[in-house]
């Protein structure tokens, strides 16, 4: 505590320079000289008017830049559907519509050249008069697939190795498949088009699709970033929630590799913009982003204005704070020096400094002293108490060491006497005391318990000349599983106390694997037993059971279970008067890392 206190002075050190000056008897509010100062430096109309002028100019401009963009967006969105739905009429008529289809079907069938010539030139006729009344299209072409040459007809030449497979997928839409934006096909040019996929319908199996595109500045007309008065870019996202298509030079990589859903923020994609969103109901969506800064342009201008005249009060509010500086730094530089001194003789009385504040606050210092100082001297007492239960702690400690090396004394001479029933009672003994006295860890495997328990018990059949039987059923699958240490030890001693003391007495420790990742451990004998009032009162702590001697391990094993499974475990009695007594414990299986988690 010194030595904080020693700190706190240093770090307040520089109020020791300066005047004290005279002394003033007159207690001052230092509450009402702060706020006297703060309204004279007009700083809470400048809050006022700055909040209203924020409200005020952020809702008008937000409102006008986005009901702008929304305008202009829905106008792009709405070409865009018009767009589709022309290449879905103009599809329609190429796959659907008799005549164009019958005169396919009609070449892919006919085996002269000369006729495939005339069927070709009255395809083509037709091709060029849908697309002389249709403007908007470009490439319009038949293409088969499968076939070693798969461009049939086209009124533009088209790339060799032409594949639908290769084209980014933007719609499905009554019955065709809508791609895009992706270049043309059209070998000459490297325009960016819209284009459309429909089977035709032919009488045979033959399997031929009418592949259609915009106009080579189609795309260009539809998203036209100029239309919006400031920058912005776009992102298309196609009907399964991909971007197909994006402009934002600055970070290309963003968006076309992720998965949009349906009114899904672009904010934490895309930091430092803003998002607008068009659905389409052909299963598309259209986004424009504008940069929170073009969106704020005009906003932006006037908070500048704003921020000069918040700088310049904010000058004249530092002078006022001087001032202020000045008026408190006396009575504070006298607080430091009463908490400096404590650092030196925390029994120093405190001084005040007559200012209702301050004065204040130097009388909890005072109180907090008194604490301290009372705190110090109860430190020093338990302390010292502290250091003797730890000599008493090492002296028990002896006993143990001294039992052991007494044992093993014991067990050398046995063996050099050739006593080896001796030497082997002994170690037994040695191993039950190393096990019990907690030299291991507090947690076991059932297998070191499992051991603990044999050693005892072949100590105890010794002692009672092997009257009774000892009988283990073993799950080796439970074998790893870890378990409190001294658990079932206590409950065999019971039972061999109250169960197998006499002739063909038998104890059986049972250990299984149960459903749900449990264990069961069950202890029987084929003693006396005890009555149903009786395990009753041993299994609820009764005062009356543990005076009998069994409550005695079964009150710390239950203390055990509760402190390590809570309500997760269960012990249960079940005996009869003659027909000895069986007592199970189900617990759950766990881990020794599950123990220390």
Known sequence: MMIKLGRLGQQLSPFRTGNLGTHQPDKRSLRRTVVVYVLLGSLLPLALLSVMTYSLIYNVMTNKVQTGIE????????????????????????????????????????????????????????????????????????????????????????????????????????????????????????????????????????????????????FRKILNTESYGIKVSHLLINGDGEATYIDLNDKPEIGLNAKWKSGQPLADAYKGYRDFRYTSQQGWQLVTLVK?????????????????????????????????????????NKVNQQIVRMSDNRTTPVS??????????????????????????????KEKEKSRIEIEKLLSQINPHFLHNTLNTVQWLARMNGQKEIDRLVT??????????????????????????????????????????????????AMGAAVPRFLLQPLVENAIYHGASESNGCVTVAVREETGNRLMLVVEDNGEGISEEKARKLLEEDPEGRKQGLGIGLSYVNRMLKRFYGELATMHIGSKPGQGTVIAITIPRRTEEEFHA
């Open 352 to 381: 005040f400094t007559n200012v209702e504040e301050f004065d204040l606050l130097l009388t909890s210092f005072k109180e907090m002293k008194t604490r301290i100082n009372d705190l110090i001297d109860e430190v020093e007492h």
């Open 428 to 477: 037994l003994l040695v191993k039950v005391l190393q096990y019990n006295l907690g030299k291991q860890s507090l947690i076991v495997t059932m297998r070191e318990e499992i051991e603990a328990v044999q050693n005892y018990m072949e100590l105890q059949r010794i002692r009672y000349d092997y009257e009774f039987e000892f009988r283990l059923e073993l799950d080796e699958a």
């Open 71 to 218: 305008a202009t967006l829905k106008q792009e969105a709405a070409s865009l559907e018009n767009t589709i739905n022309n290449l879905d009429f103009a599809s329609k008529q190429f796959a659907l519509d008799g005549g164009v289809v019958d005169e396919v079907s009609a070449f892919l069938q006919e085996p002269e050249v000369y006729k495939k010539l005339q069927i070709m030139t009255r395809i083509n006729e037709k091709i060029n008069l849908v697309n002389f009344t249709n403007p908007y299209l470009g490439v319009t072409a038949y293409i088969m697939p499968k076939a070693s040459d798969p461009v049939l007809f086209s009124n533009l030449n088209l790339y060799s190795d032409v594949s639908f497979d290769k084209l980014p997928p933007f719609t499905t839409y009554n019955g065709g498949a809508y791609y895009g934006p992706h270049r043309t096909l059209y070998s000459a040019s490297d325009n960016t088009v819209f284009s459309v996929v429909r089977k035709v319908r032919m009488d045979d199996d033959s399997e031929v699709y009418v592949y259609l595109e915009t106009n080579y500045n189609q």
């Open 292 to 332: 929170k800064s073009a969106f704020n342009s005009e906003i932006n201008a006037w908070f500048v204005q704003l921020a000069l005249l918040g700088f310049a009060t904010l000058g004249f509010a530092v002078l006022l704070a001087l001032l202020i500086w000045r008026w408190i730094y006396r009575p504070l």
